[in-house]
């Protein structure tokens, strides 16, 4: 027998005074006593009516990026694009292959091809080819390399901020943090010549977790967080979160932000990634659903979940998070390793989207192209932070510097506990 819910009249305005404390909208509060247990989840149809909020996400969009609608429009369909024929122009071009992005200009699909002779064909699946030097199974191997030195000898990396295949550049691009020389990068890497491309000054990236006091999502001991995606496996719910979040806090307490119980972390993985997975064990309370917070005015806007994706660089990706809210920007780079002050995790996506302290674990996504919804794409991590006057630590954009934050991709997780929990992610 389910344990006894309130009426509707009276789990929506639960649910107001909850989100008025920043409660991101992947779980649901309903008013029933604290003590209450459940046999099962309460259904997600009894959650109070709520809008759509696509036109609101592309409005961020589109204030974020200094975007037309009609410019929105364009890069999502390029995006599609990206996801129709990429895998495939992959495997036809075999080792000809030089990576693929959406032009941060012109928002068109672009394929690089070692051989001028294989323009053709990426002509004839709708995108702009482009000659390149390497392949891209040539820079991955070098940044395997660098991968492998990190892995052996933490040491050996002191001195660098992350290091990624650049696609469009056609280079391995390895940043060095600020104070630092050429010299921080191994030789056995530099040796690689004009493969390889060293940017300095990088400010060293940090967790976005552990930083606030109020107003938080979930609490994973004393670390603040945000829900990521939901999970479900048959009648029971799980939820996403950073791996890092439930390292640093009693991982067999997680609680919402008014200090009710939600479950204990069952699975998780840091460093070297950087996810985890929590087990709604209190679903009489907490309802879950195929739904992100649109943190916008109207309470009851949210962004219903349709399915998973994987952007290519270029491609617009936004994220929902107790720091910042809901912000947006552009892929910059996939399969990121990035040194997180001596914590070094691999296989990230990098964006211009602004991710402050309290974002770790927050769902990261994109806009649907097809239908008024938003495709899964990871779990956000961290950030490169900085002091403002009060010494809040915040994203580049409000000093005039350009936004760097990572998410460990969605694939990842649902992998791991989808063999594990048999999790699959909630859609619509």
């Known amino acids: 027998m389910s344990a006894p819910l309130i009426t509707d009249s009276r789990r929506r305005r639960t649910r107001l005074r909850v989100l008025s404390a920043a409660l991101v909208g992947l779980l649901a509060l309903l008013s029933a006593p604290a003590t209450a247990t459940a046999s099962g989840p309460a259904d997600e149809a009894d959650r109070p009516p709520v809008r759509n909020g696509y036109d609101y996400l592309i409005s961020v969009v589109q204030q974020d990026l200094g975007l037309s609608k009609d410019q929105v429009v364009s890069r999502l369909a390029s995006q599609r694009l990206s996801e129709q024929r990429g895998d495939a122009l992959r495997k036809q071009l075999g080792a000809d292959f030089g990576g693929l992005w959406i032009d941060e200009g012109t928002g068109t699909l672009?394929?690089?091809?070692?051989?001028?002779?294989?323009?053709?064909?990426?002509?004839?699946?709708?995108?702009?080819?482009?000659?390149?030097?390497?392949?891209?199974?040539?820079?991955?191997?070098?940044?395997?390399?660098?991968?492998?030195?990190?892995?052996?000898?933490?040491?050996?990396?002191?001195?660098?901020?992350?290091?990624?295949?650049?696609?469009?550049?056609?280079?391995?691009?390895?940043?060095?943090?600020?104070?630092?020389?050429?010299?921080?990068?191994?030789?056995?890497?530099?040796?690689?010549?004009?493969?390889?491309?060293?940017?300095?000054?990088?400010?060293?990236?940090?967790?976005?977790?552990?930083?606030?006091?109020?107003?938080?999502?979930?609490r994973i001991g004393h670390t603040p967080c945000s829900s990521g995606f939901n999970l479900r496996s048959g009648n029971r719910g799980y939820l996403l979160t950073a791996g890092h979040c439930a390292v640093f806090g009693n991982s067999s307490q997680v609680v919402g932000s008014d200090g009710t119980f939600i479950g204990p972390v069952v699975g998780r993985n840091f460093p070297n990634r950087d996810h985890a997975i929590i087990a709604n064990d209190n679903p009489g309370y907490w309802v879950q659903g195929p739904w992100v917070e649109a943190y916008e005015a109207d309470p009851n806007q949210i962004f219903p979940v349709t399915g998973s994706r994987?952007?290519?660089?270029?491609?617009?990706?936004?994220?929902?998070?107790?720091?910042?809210?809901?912000?947006?920007?552009?892929?910059?780079?996939?399969?990121?390793?990035?040194?997180?002050?001596?914590?070094?995790?691999?296989?990230?996506?990098?964006?211009?989207?602004?991710?402050?302290?309290?974002?770790?674990?927050?769902?990261?996504?994109?806009?649907?192209?097809?239908?008024?919804?938003?495709?899964?794409?990871?779990?956000?991590?961290?950030?490169?932070?900085?002091?403002?006057?009060?010494?809040?630590?915040r994203c580049g954009e409000v000093f005039g510097i350009p936004n760097r934050s990572w998410f460990t991709p969605i694939s990842e997780p649902l992998t791991a506990y989808g063999l594990i929990f048999g999790v699959s992610l909630w859609t619509v």
Do not use: M, Y
């Open 110 to 218: 672009v394929v690089g091809v070692t051989r001028g002779d294989r323009a053709a064909q990426v002509r004839s699946a709708g995108a702009t080819p482009k000659v390149v030097r390497h392949s891209l199974d040539t820079l991955n191997a070098i940044k395997g390399e660098l991968d492998r030195l990190a892995s052996d000898d933490e040491n050996a990396v002191a001195g660098l901020a992350s290091w990624h295949v650049d696609q469009p550049s056609n280079s391995v691009v390895v940043s060095v943090v600020s104070g630092h020389s050429k010299a921080a990068v191994p030789r056995s890497v530099a040796r690689h010549g004009e493969a390889v491309r060293v940017e300095l000054g990088a400010t060293a990236p940090r967790l976005t977790a552990g930083f606030l006091d109020a107003g938080d999502l979930i």
């Open 310 to 393: 994987a952007s290519a660089p270029g491609g617009l990706i936004c994220k929902s998070g107790i720091g910042s809210g809901v912000t947006c920007g552009l892929v910059g780079a996939t399969n990121e390793t990035v040194n997180f002050e001596g914590n070094v995790v691999g296989g990230l996506t990098r964006t211009s989207s602004c991710a402050q302290p309290g974002d770790s674990g927050s769902p990261a996504f994109s806009p649907d192209a097809l239908q008024p919804g938003i495709g899964a794409e990871g779990v956000t991590i961290g950030s490169e932070l900085f002091l403002d006057v009060n010494g809040n630590l």
